[in-house]
């Protein structure tokens, strides 16, 4: 099983960059990590927001694995503890397929983004920043992998 990160955003600060890097490192034994960016809808003043929301998320929808299971990040998802996600993790792994998490734009996902995902993941109330819920979420697949091999990264 591999997984993919398709992120709506180009060009991640240095620090982002490197702390999702160790992660997918760390992670590559477990579970293979790729990331994809996908390049913005364009905004601005006199821009259609819809149409870069649309724009966006069909570039999403090209960027997923065939037959992939997908999980949105959304802030209606569902929120899971550190244990709860090693749970989810082991599910998705005995189901066979390929794994994506999809980040969106500014204004969250595109519908058909949304409608395409298997199920959403919520990170928690917090609003944050699009690069950060990059390294957030590289970190918190390590931790369940981690746990699920009962490696003492995570101690609760």
């Known amino acids: 099983m591999k997984a ?8 991640a ?4 960059a490197q702390g999702f890097s160790e992660y997918q490192k760390r992670l ?6 790729d ?3 996908v390049e913005p809808g364009v905004r601005g003043k006199g821009r259609d927001t819809a149409k870069a929301m649309a724009d966006e998320g069909a570039r999403v929808l090209a960027a997923l694995p065939k037959h992939a299971h997908v999980v949105a990040l959304d802030g209606r998802g569902k929120m ?3 244990e709860q996600l090693a749970v989810r993790l082991e599910h998705w792994r005995g189901q066979g397929r ?3 998490f999809l980040i969106g734009g500014p204004e969250g996902h595109a519908p058909e983004a949304l409608q395409r995902a298997d199920e ?6 917090l609003t944050l920043p699009h690069m950060l819920v990059r390294l957030v979420l590289a970190e918190q697949v390590y931790r369940a ?12």
């Open 80 to 82: 899971h503890s550190s």
């Open 4 to 11: 993919r990160l398709v992120a709506v955003g180009e060009r």
């Open 13 to 16: 600060p240095a620090w982002v």
């Open 145 to 156: 992998a981690a746990l699920l091999a009962n490696h003492p990264y995570h101690r609760a």
């Open 98 to 100: 390929d794994l994506a």
């Open 120 to 125: 959403t993941w919520s990170l928690g109330p």
């Open 35 to 37: 990331l994809v960016e």
């Open 28 to 33: 590559s034994h477990w579970l293979p990590l």
